[in-house]
Every structure is written in C-alpha cells, then in structure tokens.
C-alpha cells in the first residue's frame, strides 16, 4: 500500500519536477545567449573583425537563401493578396487593396518571411556545425592556441546575418508585393496603378523603419541562439540532431515574440 501511494506521489510529482527542470535550462540557456552576445558586441567594438570570413558567411547566409526566401514569399504573398482583395471587394474597398498589403508585406510578412526561412536554413547549419567541432574537440584546438571561440566563430556569422537579413526581408517584401499586384488585378481587376497609388498614400517612413528594426533583431536571434547552442553542446553524433532541433525552434520562438514585441511597441494610431 505504501508502495503505491509512493508512485502515485512520484506520478503527480513528476510534472511539476520536469518544469522546474526545463525552466532551469531556459533561464540557463537565456544567460548563456546574453554572455555571447555581450562578447560578440565587445570584438566588434574593438575593431576585431575577419572580414574574408564576414563575406564568406555572407554569401552562405544571404546569397543562398534567397531561392527559398522567394519562393516562400511569392506565395505567401500570393494567398495573402488574394484573401484581402476577395473581402475588400464585398466591401466595396477595392481602390484599398494595395495599402492593405503593402502594410502587411513591410511590417510583418517580409520580416517574418525572411527571418523564418534563415533560421531553419542558416539557423540550423550552424548549430551543426559548431557542434561538430565541439564534439570533435577543434573548438578546444582554438582555445589552446589562444583564439577566442566567439571572436573566430561568432563574429564573422553576426556580422553577415545583420548585413544580408534587411537585404532579404527588403527582397521578401518586393516579390510579396508582386504577387500582390498580379492578384488584385486577376481577382479583384485591379489596375498597377491603382495599386500602387494606394501603397504611396498608405505607406510611411515609420513602417520601413520597423522593418529595419524586426530584421536587425531576426538577425541577431537567429546568429546568436545558434551559435551559442553550438558552443555549448557536447556529446556524440546524436546531440548534433538535437542541437540543431533546438536551434530552429529557439530562433523561431524568439522571432515570433520579438516580432509582437516591436509591434506593440511602435504601433501608433494612422
């Protein structure tokens, strides 16, 4: 009888043990992302820069990805374009349409498009990679010839994820609003002009400088949480799997509260 009510303690317990637990590893996992990011800011600062490897990784985060971004955003912009112009027309608002996409593209979609597609690309490569070289010990190679880990590895990657993320969110943005032009004229027989009439007269400066603002920090959460689950992952070949998982799933979590975040903060009243 004790024998149970002892397993029926530990059932019950188990749940509240497992948060407490993963908890723990979330503010765990938080603190290690603020050091990173605190050294990776302090060698850029210094001027200590590996600008040949900066590009290198620039044409692998940028370049690469702008097939998938394309593609993504060229559909979403299609299926977004074709709801909206469908509900403004039973409204009579048609003349509306391309505003209303427009804003969305800029302030939402184009950040949210490029940020998601990079980190389950980017986001995920470099996790495995640093991984690897965790597991196979050249990441304690560099630190017993004195090279800093963050300074070699993080650096450069950081450096070219804020550079070509605003380049990738600007190019999401334009094919998504293509899109939109070719299916408010199909289905809601909206002329460019009039599309793009209502893109000049709704569109502010305030809504490219939030887009800036969401791909800077794309930027940074996507660099940072990979490179840090990398550098602290150990293990054998199995943990690479997981760390990448972890990575794409941290980075797109943390896109998607960032992104409300900075919504909410700098929506004002039109």
């Not at 908890?23 to 800011?41: A, E, R």
């Not at 299916?183 to 000049?200: C, E, I, Y």
Request: hydrophobic share 50%; charged share 15%; glycine share 8%.
């Amino acid at each position: 009888m004790t024998s149970i009510k002892t397993k029926s303690l530990n059932i019950i317990g188990y749940p509240i043990h497992s948060l407490e637990n993963n908890l723990m590893g979330m503010f765990k996992h938080i603190g290690q992302v603020l050091i990173i990011y605190y050294y990776t800011l302090k060698f850029i600062f210094q001027g200590k820069i590996d600008y040949k490897e900066t590009f290198k990784q620039s044409y692998m985060i940028g370049v690469k990805s702008f097939f998938v971004v394309s593609i993504t955003a060229l559909f979403t912009g299609f299926a977004m374009s074709l709801q909206i112009s469908r509900e403004l027309v039973l409204f009579g608002a048609d003349t509306a349409i391309g505003g209303v996409v427009s804003l969305a593209l800029i302030r939402e979609i184009g950040p949210i498009t490029a940020g998601v597609m990079v980190a389950g690309r980017v986001g995920s490569s470099i996790a495995a990679e640093l991984t690897t070289m965790m597991i196979t010990e050249q990441i304690d190679a560099l630190k017993v010839m004195k090279i800093n880990p963050v300074e070699y590895l993080v650096v450069p990657r950081y450096m070219a994820g804020i550079l070509m993320m605003p380049i990738l969110s600007i190019y999401a943005m334009a094919v998504g609003l293509i899109a939109g032009i070719i299916v408010a004229q199909v289905a809601a027989n909206v002329q460019p002009a009039t599309f793009l009439d209502s893109v000049q007269q709704t569109i502010l400066d305030r809504d490219f400088e939030v887009h800036f603002l969401k791909s800077f920090i794309n930027a940074t959460i996507i660099i940072i949480f990979s490179c840090n689950i990398g550098l602290h992952t150990r293990g054998g070949a199995e943990d690479v799997g997981i760390a990448t998982t972890r990575a794409v799933v941290w980075s797109m979590t943390g896109i998607f509260i960032a992104n409300y975040i900075v919504t909410a903060l700098t929506f004002i009243p039109r």
